[in-house]
Structure formats: C-alpha cells, structure tokens
C-alpha cells in the first residue's frame, strides 16, 4: 500500500507535470498566434502597396522596345548632347537635322510625332514637378520645333517656323512654361503649380538684338509685331526700327512665303468646292 507522503508526491510532481505542459501550450499558442498576427500585418502592408498609385506618365504611353519612336528619341537626344557645347537653340536644330535625315517616315507621321510629342511633354513636366525649370525651358523648345515642322512641313497649315516662339520658350517665364505644358498633357499634375505662378506676367522676346530691356523681355500684351511678314516681334516702334536693317532681308524672305502660301490655300479651297 503507498503511503500518504508518497502519494501527495506524485499529486505534487503530476500538478506540476500539467502546469509545464499547459505552460509550454500557452507559449506555442501564443508564438502561433503572433506569427499570424505577424502574416497578417505583412499581407495589409502588401495590399497597401499594391492600393498605391504608379507613378504619373502625364498622359504618355510608353514606347515598346525597339520601336522606331524610342530610336527616334534616342538618336535625337545623343545628338543634342553632343551639341550640347554650342547654344541650345543650335543644339534642337542639330537634333532636328538628324532625325530628319535617319527618321524621316516619322518626322513626316503625324501620328507617330503626336506620340513623341507626348513623352516630351511627359519628360518637361516631371523636369518642372522635380523643380528643373531651365530643363524644362529646354523641352518646350524641342516640342515648338516639332509642332512648328509639323504645322508648316506637314499638315501645311502655316507658311513656315516661327522662331520667335522658339526663342520665347527658352527664356519664358514661369506662367508661360507652367502653362506650356499644362496645356499639353491630360493630368492634373500641373494644376497646383499653376495656381502658384498664375499671377505672374507672360512676358514675351523683343527681336531687336540691342534692346535695352534686361534680356530683350517684355510684357506680351504690349508687344508688336512687324506687319509685313508678321514674324518678328517688339517691345517698341523705336526697337523695331532700330532692328530693321538686319530684318530687312528676313522680312522679305518671310513675306514672300506668307503670300506664296496664301495663294495656294485659296487655290486648295477653290479645288475642294
């Protein structure tokens, strides 16, 4: 027969037996439990990621690979950086020049140069949300050539380039170039930004080289333009007659080709009746 003393023994060794157990099924309940806890809290943060926006495209639809618009980017933008030691100007019409002579099936396709046109604008208006303004003076230049070549070489609805345009974006002031591009992509990106610069005054380029106004600026709403080959533009009817002996030969020219285009519009429309 056992002993009362040892049987209380073995009650205390069995309680304390069940107590380790349950111990031990408490903690491994307890390391189950937070290691769901621990899935679950990476699985929100996954849907959270996922819930994010992609970065904007500004309304631009990426180029596959190879296709003849990337290549057509690409060369442009190699040319323009190796001309990148003359003016910026003279580094566009460099790009343009070769991309005209490698491209010209899509240089003369509307449709293929609405596309470029559109991740130019994409690449200036990320250049202004990334605070590279004088980059983005630069892009807008690129897209005037373009829709100047477009509007004069293609679709023939003007007689020639305005370069006056050209110059104007590359000194523009910030409502102009904020405008610019707001104007051109289907976002709302820009919208904040322009509240921002709204109030500033869109200041245009006089064309006379010695004007004394800083940097040839001038209020746009006040500016004028030479009558005759309606290219060239003003602070003043001194600036304007001070230039005209090197716009003399330019206005011809100009004036000739607005008249020449003139005369085929009235017999393109005479045809179409």
């Given at each position: 027969m056992?002993?009362?003393?040892?049987?209380?023994?073995?009650?205390?060794?069995?309680?304390?037996?069940?107590?380790?157990?349950?111990?031990?099924?408490?903690?491994?309940?307890?390391?189950?439990?937070?290691e769901l806890?621990?899935?679950l809290e990476l699985q929100m943060q996954r849907l959270i990621i996922?819930?994010?926006?992609?970065?904007?495209?500004?309304?631009?639809?990426?180029?596959?690979?190879?296709?003849?618009?990337?290549?057509?980017?690409?060369?442009?933008?190699?040319?323009?950086?190796?001309?990148s030691g003359n003016s910026s100007i003279n580094a566009i019409l460099d790009a343009t020049d070769a991309v005209e002579d490698k491209y010209p099936e899509v240089l003369y396709d509307s449709?293929?140069?609405?596309?470029?046109l559109s991740y130019f604008s994409l690449v200036g208006t990320q250049q202004i949300l990334d605070g590279d303004d004088d980059a983005a003076r630069i892009t807008s230049a690129v897209i005037v050539v373009f829709e100047e070549f477009i509007a004069s070489k293609v679709n023939k609805t003007k007689a020639g380039v305005c370069t006056q345009k050209l110059m104007e974006m590359v000194i523009?002031?910030?409502?102009?170039?904020v405008s610019f591009f707001r104007k051109r992509i289907t976002c709302s990106c820009l919208d904040k930004k322009h509240k921002e610069v709204k109030s500033i005054k869109k200041m245009g380029y006089c064309n006379n080289?010695?004007?004394?106004?800083?940097d040839g600026k001038v209020e746009r709403s006040k500016m004028l333009y030479c009558t005759r080959c309606r290219y060239a533009y003003y602070c003043s009817r001194d600036c304007q007659e001070t230039h005209w002996s090197d716009h003399r030969e330019v206005c011809k020219k100009k004036a000739e080709e607005n008249a020449k285009f003139?005369?085929?519009?009235?017999?393109?429309?005479q045809n179409s009746m």
């Open positions: 056992v002993s009362r003393k040892k049987a209380k023994g073995k009650e205390r060794k069995a309680a304390k037996a069940m107590k380790e157990e349950e111990k031990e099924n408490s903690s491994a309940a307890a390391a189950q439990q937070r806890e621990g899935a996922d819930s994010l926006p992609s970065p904007c495209k500004h309304g631009f639809d990426p180029f596959s690979a190879g296709h003849i618009c990337d290549r057509f980017v690409h060369l442009y933008s190699i040319t323009f950086d190796a001309s449709s293929k140069m609405k596309h470029i523009a002031d910030d409502h102009t170039l080289e010695k004007c004394p106004l800083p003139e005369q085929e519009m009235r017999i393109r429309d």
